[in-house]
């Protein structure tokens, strides 16, 4: 037995906002999508609406969805056409003549006989027949049953094709439910007249209206512009419907409307209606027409339901695009894409919207000063700590030694972490103890730890170290997809850094044709360009200035680079290109090699590449510096670079 509700409380669905009870959105798979973007040359804003479009791995993206709009659309025109009250009316039509010569056949009066000649010089067309037995004495019931049906109908899909559900409440029509409809569709016409006008009291006539017609208005409008709203879009799918019809089908419904309930008045309320909702409401398409090319026929209704559809499915798939000035994915409207596609595309929808906007609450996605959008320090912090981590697994599968144990027999850093598999610095008593109690704090009961409660104490060595990473950036780095490895090692490099050897001075440095130092937000946002230059020779003497300014420090100098030196620095601060390389370049880039190794620095050069000269080159300087070359492939630059980091700062 269910328990009672407390009086004054009432329960339904939830409007307001999101859904409190929803699971959480996965910001990280959506900002590692972003950084991948932004890290390959795109904008953040258009990484923000790649992503949107792609979806992620639990999410359809507006791409997919857009898809499934234009599938049901192909699958609308491809299964109907609009031809069905036609053949409805044809059908009766037939029945109603063959079931009145069957009464006239066994009567031998000149009376019977002068009726079958009637019916025998009916005119071909359907509509035209129709008209010419309006006022035919029928001797047979079932054949007068039959012509009254045909009336019936073509009311009951008049009106359907106008008001929604209206063909549906009208199955058995009465003579005072005609009386009432005309009356409706006599006080309606009245009503926008007055709206036309502008009269004062058109808010007074519309709640009389509602109060004595509301019940022919499921949609329940609040105002009269609701109202126009809802009857000017309906009636523009049926003028669409019509006009996607052939002249001769066109012409046959126009005229068969005439005898719709017995009487021409209906057309023509209908037509003062039509007329009047095309002036109120010119902004809706009353002129389109579609291709129905299936076999599944539609009456009037079904076809202005299906040209609503399709209305509402060109309209979804524009909010979907957003491509238009200040889309936004709560543009959507996610009840008519609930009733096109599904719960499940719904969902998808306002996860994406969800993604959108915790994007920006949370502070991952921020404005620059020049108003432009871009990921935020906190986002690149998030970045940084998958790239590490994907680098950690990389490195753990061959064979190098876990960053996370590095400097465990130190002395405490003073930061904390979760405790992981395979962890042997000291736990963090006071912390795991008030993890626990927190996450029992709503039970009653001893305090019982878990392991998600375990936090542990970093350590650190005392020996600090100056790390120069020096990352080409030459064009050859973009064409041969070295450009988002590249970027992600050195976001790797400095997520270690700065978490877990904070005392350690690491600075960035870029060369193509020249070399400059960059923060990491520079470079993650950095665009490959076309330019010609490896100035490693650069690179190497803005390495050595950061060595010098900390001379307490393990110099240590990291290379990344596809091509040998093909540019160096000359005194006046020009840059020098030549291909071959000059051996003045040559030179100097071997010089600053020289100056470095009596800085105590050795080179690590990671070689990405298989050009001999760059080979010859690059082993060259390994040996003058008492370095080593790697080379990796692409997928492994970042365990090579954080892995030859960690050798080095193991010897500290």
Do not use: C
């Not at 639990?58 to 056409?81: F, K």
């Not at 009487?263 to 909702?277: E, R, V």
């Not at 009037?300 to 491509?323: F, P, Y």
């Not at 051996?583 to 071997?590: E, F, G, S, Y």
């Amino acid at each position: 037995m269910s328990a009672p509700i407390p009086e004054g409380w009432s329960y339904g669905p939830w409007h307001d906002g999101p859904d409190p009870l929803a699971a959480p959105v996965d910001l990280r798979d959506a900002l590692d999508e972003i950084g991948r973007d932004v890290m390959n040359g795109s904008s953040p804003r258009s990484a923000l609406e790649e992503m949107l479009r792609r979806g992620t791995r639990s999410t359809q993206g507006l791409d997919d969805l857009t898809r499934r709009l234009w599938e049901r659309r192909r699958e609308i025109q491809r299964r109907h056409n609009l031809d069905g009250t036609l053949r409805d009316v044809q059908r009766l039509l037939d029945e109603a003549l063959e079931a009145e010569r069957r009464e006239l056949f066994p009567n031998p009066s000149d009376d019977a006989r002068f009726k079958e000649a009637e019916l025998d010089a009916l005119p071909a067309g359907t509509a035209a027949a129709v008209r010419e037995l309006a006022n035919y004495q029928w001797e047979s019931s079932e054949a007068r049953e039959k012509y009254e049906e045909i009336r019936e109908l073509l009311g009951r899909e008049l009106l359907g094709s106008r008001f929604e559900g209206m063909k549906e409440a009208l199955q058995q029509t009465t003579p005072e439910d005609v009386a009432r409809i005309n009356e409706m569709l006599t006080d309606l016409n009245a009503l926008l007249a007055a709206h036309a006008q502008g009269r004062p009291d058109v808010p007074q006539l519309f709640d009389e209206f509602m109060a004595k017609h509301g019940e022919f208005f499921p949609e329940n409008p609040q105002n009269v512009d609701e109202l126009i709203d809802v009857l000017a879009q309906r009636a523009a799918a049926a003028q669409r419907m019509l006009n996607s019809m052939t002249p001769e089908q066109r012409a046959e419904l126009m005229e068969l409307s005439q005898q719709a309930f017995g009487s021409p008045q209906l057309a023509q309320q209908l037509a003062q209606l039509d007329a009047q909702l095309q002036g109120l409401r010119p902004g809706e398409d009353w002129s389109g027409s579609e291709r129905m090319s299936g076999d599944d026929p539609l009456g009037l209704a079904e076809g202005a339901r299906a040209m609503s559809d399709l209305a509402e499915l060109d309209a979804l798939a524009e909010q979907l695009a957003q491509s238009y000035p200040g889309a936004r994915l709560e543009d959507i409207d996610l009840e008519a894409l609930t009733r096109q596609l599904g719960d499940e595309a719904t969902v998808d929808a306002r996860r994406l919207s969800e993604l959108e906007r915790q994007l920006r609450d949370q502070g991952l996605l921020e404005r620059a000063p020049d108003g432009s959008l871009r990921l935020s320090p906190k986002a690149l912090r998030q970045l940084g700590q998958t790239a590490l981590a994907d680098v950690l697994r990389t490195a753990r599968g061959s064979g190098e030694r876990d960053a996370a144990n590095a400097g465990a027999a130190g002395e405490l850093s003073g930061s904390t972490r979760q405790w992981q598999f395979g962890d042997t610095q000291p736990w963090d008593v006071p912390r795991t103890v008030r993890n626990a109690v927190l996450r029992t704090a709503s039970r009653s009961g001893s305090v019982k730890l878990d392991v998600a409660d375990v936090e542990i104490a970093e350590t650190e060595h005392r020996a600090r170290a100056a790390v120069a990473l020096l990352v080409d950036t030459s064009w050859s780095m973009v064409q041969e997809g070295r450009w988002l490895p590249m970027k992600r090692t050195a976001l790797a490099l400095h997520q270690l850094i700065s978490t877990r050897y904070r005392n350690d001075a690491l600075q960035l440095i870029t060369f193509g044709r020249y070399a400059g130092v960059v923060e990491l937000p520079q470079l993650i946002g950095m665009e490959g360009t076309w330019e010609q230059g490896t100035n490693a020779h650069h690179a190497l003497l803005l390495a050595g200035r950061h060595l010098r300014r900390h001379p307490d420090a393990q110099p240590v100098v990291l290379m990344v680079t596809d091509g040998e030196p093909t540019a160096h620095l000359e005194p006046d601060g020009m840059a020098e290109f030549s291909y071959p390389p000059e051996p003045a370049t040559l030179r100097k880039t071997i010089f600053e090699v020289d100056r470095l190794a009596k800085l105590g620095a050795s080179l690590t050069v990671f070689r990405l590449g298989d050009d001999p000269r760059l080979n010859a080159f690059v082993d060259l300087l390994a040996r003058r510096s008492g370095g080593r070359v790697l080379a990796p492939d692409v997928d492994g630059l970042g365990a090579a670079v954080v892995g030859d980091y960690l050798r080095t700062r193991r010897k500290l």
